[in-house]
Structures are given as structure tokens and as C-alpha cells.
């Protein structure tokens, strides 16, 4: 059992969720499952990823954060690893992929390190050893959480200037895009 579900069950809601059976996710899933174990059945738990690839599915398809709450906080660090804490305390778990023990995986490993290119390394083979090797290639720690545990809360509403568009007054006085951070152009067809 991996999230409280069977192996067909994980695997078919990654693939519902995130298109196609990602190895990334079936780790990620192992790493949540092993925290949440970590931090205990019944704890109201914030989280925090430090990847936007695969991570942050995998902490929206077996956890209650996602990125919408609030409840999830995602870094773009590029690493393999997450943190889930009681968000309470700000007391809780820090597991990351630890690449010394990835090597005694040369599949995992030559898929985590990016080494062996995609088409020479199917994601079953990938996957097969990411079951085999479970949550050998993790390593974990007790934290204290000291940043991006605060809930962002919504700021006061009002209507730009410029574009009469609701937006948060924080931004000043006229939104974002109008001021000059607008990501789009009227399409010149
Ligand atoms: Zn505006």
C-alpha cells in the first residue's frame, strides 16, 4: 500500500491526474507516503516542495494541499525533495532522494542524475526500480520550518484604473499588468 491505496490504484490515479504514468510521481508518491507515516495519522499538515516538476502532483493527488489552498508551497529549487509539517507547530519532516543511495539503483539512479537519455531508459524500467527500491533511496530529518509557513492571505479588492479589471490594491494604484507586466498582446490576426 502506497497513500492508503494499492499499487494499480497509485499508478491509475497519477495517470488521471497527470496525464501518464511519470516516475517522478510514483517517487513522489513514496516520499509523501513515508512523511506522512514520519509525521503521524491525524496531523493537519502544510506542505512545502522544492521542485516544480512532479513533486507538487504528487503532494495534490495523496495529500489535502494543493497548490489553490494554499496549503502547498512550491520552491523552484530543482531538488528532489519536501517537507510536510504540522501547521501548528511548524514542526515536521524534511525527505529527500538521496543520491549515494540511488546508486545502488543504476536505473533510478541513471534516470534521477539525468544520465542515460530517455529513449534508452523506459519509464516501466524506471519504475520497476523505483518499487524495488522504495524508500531505501530516502533519507529524511526532523525540522522546524522558519520561512513560507505564513497562509497568504487575500488582499483588499479594487478596480484598476486602466483596465477596470478587479485586482488585489496591494499592487498599488493600477494592477500589474497595467504596469508593465502584462504577458500577452491582442493577437495581430
Ligand atoms: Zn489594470
Redesign the pocket.
Known sequence: MICGKTIDEFLSEIMRFHGFKAPGIVLGGIMVDYCQELIGAGVEADAIVESIHCLPDAVQLFTPCTVGNGWLKVLDWDKYALSLYNRKTVLGFRIWVDTEKTKSYPDLYNWYMRLVPKKELSSERVINAIFTAERNVLSYQAIQITQHSDRHKKGETGI??????A?SLKQGT??????GHCYYIKNPN
Request: glycine fraction near 8%; hydrophobic fraction near 10%; charge should be negative.
Open positions: 484598476c484604473s486602466s483596465c477596470g479589471e485586482y493600477s494592477c500589474l499588468s497595467c504596469q
